[in-house]
């Protein structure tokens, strides 16, 4: 059997960018979004057909699970969860990708 392994410093040095580069990328397509279409272009998109509507209740699905893990995962690293849910309930995938951001290492 093999032994799980820990993450090395390496291994942060390549997450780091990584999540910062998708961070940029998405908080530029929704600044970009947002000024074409305003928060009407939001409510407009998701009650467009019932395919709209599924895609998201399915990113609604996935914040509240992402959320269950980041309660669990600050818990255990001795952070308030609660600030980080706020956001991702409030802005969504900003919230998480933020918390990925400025996660430290178990103590």
Same mark, same amino acid.
């Given at each position: ?7 090395? %410093? ?9 999540? /910062?580069? $998708?961070?940029?990328? #998405?908080?530029?397509? %929704? $600044? $970009? ?8 272009? #939001? *409510?407009?998109?998701?009650? #467009? @057909? ?16 992402? %959320?269950?893990?980041? +309660?669990?995962?600050? !818990?255990?690293?001795?952070? @308030?969860?609660?600030?980080?849910? $706020? *956001? %991702? /309930?409030?802005?969504?995938? #900003?919230?998480?990708?933020? +918390? ?5 290492? @178990? !103590?």
């Amino acid at each position: 059997m093999s032994t799980p392994t820990t993450p090395t %410093s390496r291994s942060t040095w390549i997450e780091r960018p990584l999540l /910062l580069s $998708v961070l940029v990328m #998405f908080g530029a397509l %929704s $600044v $970009v979004a947002l000024a074409l279409e305003g928060i009407g272009g #939001f *409510v407009d998109a998701i009650t #467009f @057909n019932w395919s709209s509507l599924q895609i998201y209740v399915d990113l609604v699905v996935a914040i509240v699970v992402i %959320s269950v893990w980041i +309660y669990r995962d600050a !818990r255990g690293r001795g952070r @308030n969860p609660w600030p980080w849910i $706020v *956001v %991702s /309930l409030i802005v969504g995938m #900003f919230g998480p990708l933020v +918390y990925l951001l400025t996660r430290r290492p @178990n !103590r």
